[in-house]
């Protein structure tokens, strides 16, 4: 079957102008993302108060409380522990159920954990860590589902020409949560901060600490149950995607009821054609057939993810810890508790505002010109080239030119942004077919998630104690796994401008995408075949 002989209701999907079905799916489907990042990163503002607030020691009144170092990785890492599990159970339910089916089950167990994580089951420091940390796990399993879901739903539903700007509008609402987690927790702590004065540290140990500190963190967290409330009737509003119910379902009839219905155009039931389609892609994830077509593909998004996911989070988490080096934040003796906040706050607002948001919106804008492919290369080789720098120089960046400490570490957020973060959501979800698609995406992200909890519980170790020595040789480490990316990423293809069916092979074109190897061909090709957008 030629790829022009596609179904009607995958032609019409392919080559729909855009129009306001594409815009609310993105928004529907983005606002999980910004609640997803907000949820995850959140923690960072606000990790800092636990330990001045729990974990004093009147044994040392020099030095403000701190989160012992396995507590402290079990309480910034434990969320990826259930995002990893959540990633491979709601994405084999999606590709079993339909992506509709358990879209809404995500949200409700984020809304749900958001508000509980903020409670606690007693007053002891054991208590109050193990009702944290047992809520954010499965707040974890919620925001893991939404990552193959929603990548797997926007891929079906955006046309052809733009569909890789859609899905990295989507994965782009992660920046806008993580500079929202900065600002909640900035504008919260500022007005507690106004309320409830308080002597440094180093003025009076224990009266620097404030009571009310203790309410701060609760409504920091508490925060990231309202916009997955708030989007939670749309969600439940959105058809099953047309290509889900077509061939997985093999309901010919209702695939085109629905997505006529979204497209606002009478399309024809094409009941023979679908048989057709089904015979050709009947195929398991673990067979024979999978990996001779594919196999090469889950091993790129897998390793790439994985690579990404070790620096990115390992940057993100770590942070906190160096905002003081750079100047963007006073050392703790010299502030009270919910200055810390106050001011971590500010920093990663300022980092994120400046060298995260716009790289996913560099991605967004530039994803169909430039292409998947040189985007990711790219943005690994930057990585490693900035993060190469910052390791070698560290000492001399921080005591001597913090200016340019602040930049170079801004650039590899951007580069992470208008990059590998950006284009590892986006490949997984169109290089696989249908039947598998979500699951494939399952795969990949919860390697990367592997990738990041290697981040919270090795890397971060380096930079807890703020010493010179362990954080050039974690930073050059994370370079190097930034230089093994951009290797990987020679295992992925360009997708640029062709239909999912297409790019799968589900059309039953003759020629397969794991025998093109020729990038510049592919690309020329599957322009040449765009629909009239």
Known sequence: MASNDNLAVLQA??????????????????????????????????????????????????????????????????????????????????????????????????????????????????????????????????????????????????????????????????????????????????IFLKKYPAPSFKENPIFSTQPQADYLWRVVLMFGALPALLTYYWRMKMPETGRYTALIEGNAKQAAADMGQVLDIELEVETDKLSQFKAANQYPLLSHEFYKRHGRHLIGTMTTWFLLDIAFYSQ??????????????????????????????????????????????????????????????????????????????YQYLRDENK????????????????????????????????????????????SGKAGAMIGAFVVQTYTLDEKVSKIRRAIMVLAFTNMLGFCFTFLVPETKGRSLEEISGEDGGGQNETQMTARPSVTKQGSGRLGAI
Request: hydrophobic fraction near 50%.
């Open 316 to 393: 993100n988490l770590t942070q906190k810890d160096i905002f003081p080096a750079m100047g963007l934040t006073k050392k703790a003796p010299e502030i009270n508790a919910i200055e810390e906040v106050y001011e971590t706050s500010r920093a990663m607002f300022i980092v994120a505002l400046l060298g995260t948001f716009p790289g996913y919106w560099f991605t967004v804008l530039f994803i169909e010109k430039i292409g998947r492919f040189v985007i990711q290369l790219v943005g690994f080789f930057m990585m490693s080239i900035f993060m190469l720098i910052l390791g070698i120089k």
């Open 13 to 190: 999907l392919d080559t729909a102008r855009t129009q306001w079905y594409h815009v609310k799916a993105i928004v529907i489907a983005g606002m999980g993302f910004f609640t997803d990042a907000y949820d995850l990163f959140c923690i960072t503002t606000v990790s800092k108060l636990l330990g001045r607030l729990y974990y004093y020691d009147p044994a040392h009144p020099n030095k403000p409380g701190k989160l012992p170092h396995n507590i402290n990785n079990l309480v910034t890492g434990v969320a990826l522990f259930g995002t990893l599990s959540g990633q491979l159970v709601f994405g084999w339910l999606g590709d079993k159920l339909g992506r509709k089916k358990v879209y809404g089950i995500t949200l409700i167990l984020m809304v749900i954990c958001a508000i509980c994580s903020s409670l606690s089951f007693g007053s002891t420091p054991e208590s109050v860590i193990g009702t944290l940390c047992f809520f954010r796990f499965w707040l974890g399993f919620g925001i893991g589902g939404d990552y193959p879901l929603s990548a797997t739903i926007m891929s079906e539903y955006a046309n052809k020409k733009t569909r890789g700007a859609f899905i990295a509008a989507v994965f782009a609402m992660q920046g806008v949560g993580i500079i929202f987690a900065g600002l909640v927790s900035l504008i919260l702590s500022l």
């Open 403 to 446: 200016l340019l400490f602040v930049l170079l570490y801004g650039l590899t957020f951007f580069f992470a942004n208008f990059g590998p973060n950006s284009t590892t959501f986006v490949l997984p979800a169109e290089l696989f077919p249908t039947r598998v698609r979500s699951t494939c995406h399952a795969l990949s992200a919860a």
